[in-house]
């Protein structure tokens, strides 16, 4: 089977980057619903094999963005990509944001999602079913470039921007009441790195290896105090419905034969250096 693969970028959800929220969503919004909707719905390849619709975010540098060459690139997209040539399916990758993502998959829209998501029992409570770990992260405060800010106790009486329904924001909300400190969410992390740089929150709260990323290559003014950082969880990629195993079982016998041929490894280094 001739594995095929489509990124779409959904424009308004690529323009709504530049937009922050104040406030956690627990429910799906029109602009989520409207964005799930955009996501395609499994189709036929032209050879007549199913085609899998896989969605995932916008930017979560290193593990999906777009690059200087308007490629839509990372982690989880040579993952998936190197995955599918070992076990020769074929899909689509919709390129959706990360709330629209989720709610593409829970609807029904899109077949599974592959988005730096890690695997927490909360998820898998509400009907998540994961693969494999592939990637082991922590989750880290991060402060602007000047802060003096050097410990959970320096956070008493500030505010803290979380990304809506990540492992950051469980982080952050499982301290504030021992630390004292107040939480805003936001929809996309470029929005969330904002309100810290213009001074509305004195940390973010972010997985470590996409933050130490966006420092190191955008030269964003922030900084990773030492000490402030979770205990490490793996990502996973996901279905929400049964009747795709085939695709997660498939996931993980790619993963576990690309880990063993040295592809994992040469492409964590390429992105990462390890």
Known sequence: MKKSLVVLLSTAMMASALV???GSKKETTAAETKAAESAQETTAAADGEKVWSIATDTVFKPFEYTNENNEFVGIDVDLLAA???DQGFSYELNSLGW?????AVQVGQADAIIAGATIKQERIDSGWIFSDGYYDATQT???GADSDIASF???KGQNVAVKNGTAGADFANSLKDQYGFTVSVF???PTMYQD???GNSVACVEDTPIMASNIKEGGLALKIPEGMESEGAPYGFAIMDAKNQELLDMFNTGLANIKANGTYDEILAKYLGE
């Open 20 to 22: 922050g929220c104040g």
């Open 83 to 85: 995955i599918a040539e």
């Open 99 to 103: 709330d629209a993502a989720v709610a």
């Open 141 to 143: 405060f991060v402060v």
């Open 153 to 155: 106790e320096d956070l």
């Open 187 to 189: 929809e996309d992390s």
């Open 196 to 198: 810290v740089i213009l």
